[in-house]
Every structure is written in structure tokens, then in C-alpha cells.
């Protein structure tokens, strides 16, 4: 056979040949199997870097390569994902999520609102108010039985009707320790001596307690007592106030927004300071603070895109919810923009003093649709003067961190669980490039942009 002949024959052979090397997964369903994202700007989010022109391989759920690309061979058939002009950087985390409850079996709520967290690229979320069911929901994800985010719960809330005795905080800690859930959730109203038990009692079973700061525990004493999470800088704008005692804490308004004038902002640094050497995490919760107070109508805001995805009741709820804010006694827009800028200059103390930062949105509450609104919350971040790779940070690695999980996902490398979002720009450069999504990789199984729109414009449709 001449050499042209050979190579005619060879040509026929490779075209007859199953391409088990370049196969390409559907634009439009689920798929799973080995992976090869190719020609991709990996954000490892294990330092403030970018490693261009990489190829990362995933097999069984699990990153197993990540290398330059003209050195990363791509497995016998792999499905091929071009990354070409695209960042990878490790799925976000809601670290303030609100998880609906099935009612009487029917899970559709559930679902949908699994969904629009992992449209958003949402893979891990922190449910702040447990409830039984969501016990079994995180079983259920965790077998596959239900596509949605790696989840966490709180327990049911402890405050100051559910929680009223020394006994009763014992009780309380010892069953929801034994049932299962991932930590305790504090909500205001907690007299000082039941707060003390419940932080004892949490401390000697090692259990985590996070949430809010009850106003007679104060935030000074909330870090001594060894919280977990501060949430929604709760507490931050009463200890800035000299003049705030036990006679007029019930006066703090809105996380605070009353005391916004009587605060001594050279307070901040000490303030920071403490709760980094504390060791307590710090969930900001801005965007829902900036929307609920914010001057804008509720009809204006309920006009914005995502609001398609929520129900009309919702709506209605939020509605309602907003303007009681804005009419409450001593609001005022002006106020407002002081308001915000007080909390933005926390915000920029906590973070020079680096204190863990944790991205979470408080969703769904007022104004804030699941999974949108960790979007929302990143500018917000970015508006206070947070740089880029530190927002980042607060919703990949620092979740990953904050449960002792960094060994198993939260940051691109291999052996980590393959939690990925692929982005058509980098999110380096600007937060709002995170929004650019392209597809959602959730523990190794590919959700392309196709089906994810399929799946939101079937969420939408419902609710027309």
C-alpha cells in the first residue's frame, strides 16, 4: 500500500470511528459523566489569582485534573465543554437562605425553589429557620432524589416566646442537638440569664449557634458567648451607640436604624477588632437592608425581572411588608442614605480588620427572590468597597471554611467536589460578571444554560 493510500485509509478509519474523544453534552437537559471544561480561566478562589487557558476533568462527581490545556489530555470519552473566552470559579453559597416546607406531600415549591438558586449558580445554602422536613430535604438532595443546593438547617427558632426559662433552654438545645440540626438559630427576644444557658449548653453539646443578637444580649456579649454568625450585622449599630442602654435598646428600630445619627463611628475599628479575635463570622445581609428600606415603591421594585419567579400571595406579602417599613415612626429617605452608608463603613472595618465574611442575602424575604438576590447582595458588597476577590471569597471558600468543609469543596482543586460555574466574563473584574452564567455544574452533574432557561421560563409560566 503506497503512503497515500495509508493515509486515505487512515482518514476513512477516523471518520467511521466513534469520536469518543470530543463528544459535546446536550444544550438542553441534565448530563453526567466524565467532563472536560477546555481553553477556561480557572478562578481556584485559593488565593486572588487567575489561571488561564486550563482544562479541568471531572469524574464521578469529583474534580480529578486541572492543568494547562496544551498539557491536560481530555479522557476516551469525555464530554467536551468549551471554556474558551469563560472563568470557572467554585459554586456560590446562600449563607442566609429561608427553605419553604412541603405541605401535605406537595414539594413543588421546594423544587422550584431549589431551582432558582442553581440558576444563579447557588450550590451550597444555609437554611436560617429549621423546620422537621427540611431534615429529610437534605437527605433527599443528598441522595440525588431532588436536584437542589448542598443544604444546611438551623434548628427551630429559639427567642423570647419559644425559649422563656433556664429549663426550657437546656431542653431545647439537648433536642434539636439529638434530632439532627446543623446549629441553633437565635432570634430576638431572649432575656440575658436564657441566652447565657442556651450558649452554655450549646458550647458543652458542640453545637454552633448563629443568627440574630437578642437587644438585652447585646453585641459585645453576643462574641464573648461565641457565636458562630452574626447576621445581618445585627447588634453593630447599637454598640456604636454610647447612649444605648437596656432602658431604650427596644427602641433600635430596624436592625438599628434609629440609633443611625447616635453612633460614634471611631467605635468601628474596636468593634472589629473584637469580633475577629472572637473568631465570629459575619453575614451581612446588606441588599436586604438597602431593598426593605429603600425609598423606591413596592410597585416598582415588584416590576423588576426576577419577580416573575415568586407567586402573586408573595407579592402581595412583600408588598405589605415594605410599606410598613417606610411608614414606620422616624423613617425617613435622608435617613435611609445615612443608614446605609453607616452600615457600608462597618462593613469596610469588619473587613480591613478581616473578620470572615459570608455572602447571604436573607432569601426569600422582602424584595429578595431566591438565588437573584446573592447577585444583589454581591453589589451591595461592592458598592460598600468591598473588592472583588473578597466577595468572591465570602460565597466560595469562606462557607467552605466556616463548616470545617474546605477539604471537600468551596475552591477549585483537585479532589473537590465538583461545584462549578462557568461564567461568559470574569467576575475579577466586576462582581456583576458572576450574573453571566453559562452552565452550573452541581456535584458533577452539567445544568446547561439551556435547561436552566427552560426551567425558569417554566417557573414564570406558572405564575403568569
Known sequence: MTHFKQFIFILIILALAPRVWAQTPPLDSISTGIFAIIHVGVIPMEGEELLPDHTVIINKGQIVSIGPAEKTKVPAGAQVIDGKGRYLIP????????????????????RETMMLYLANGVTTIRGMLGDPYHLQLKRQVARGEILGPRIYTASPSLNGQTVQSIDQARDKVAKYKTEGYDFLKIHPGLSLEVFDEVALQAKRLKIPFAGHVPALVGINHAIDAGYASVDHLDGYVEGLAPRVSKANIDAAGFFGFNFTDDVDTDRIPPLAAKTKAGRVWVVPTQSLLERTLSPRSADEMLNEPEMKYISSALRYQWRLGKQQLMEAEGYSPDKYQRYIALRQKILRGLNRSKVGLLLGSDSPQIMNVPGFSIHREMRA???????????????TINPAIFFNEEAAYGSIRTGRSADLVLLDANPLENVDHAQRIAGVMLRGSWLPKGYIDAQLAAIAAKYE
Open 91 to 110: 459554586g456560590l453559597a446562600e449563607m442566609h437562605a429561608h427553605i419553604p416546607v412541603a405541605k401535605d406531600g406537595d414539594d413543588e415549591l421546594v
Open 381 to 395: 458588597l461592592a458598592d460598600a468597597g468591598l473588592p472583588p476577590y473578597a466577595i468572591l471569597k465570602s460565597g
